[in-house]
């Protein structure tokens, strides 16, 4: 059994819950993700992270969507139940 939590110092909580994990991502992305990682002098994971972050985090908009058509098929060309009447519509085509 462990330390609890209250006594282990806060970077090391903080590494406790973080999860590794392996991803497939486009070169020219990767290419940017170095560079700017480079740029703000922050790791590149951290980055990753916060980007995740932000979009997890962003509202979901649904759009409206238009109702859909509707068309007047007019009458019944023959009582269905009749079948007599629906033979003869049948075989007039």
Known sequence: MGLPLSLIPIRKQHMLFHMKTTMIIDDGVMARLRQEAAKQG??????????????LQRPRTTAELPDLPSFDGGGAIVDVSDRDALYQAMEAR
């Open 42 to 55: 922050r790791p590149m994971s951290e980055l990753v992270e916060s980007a995740l972050r932000r979009f």
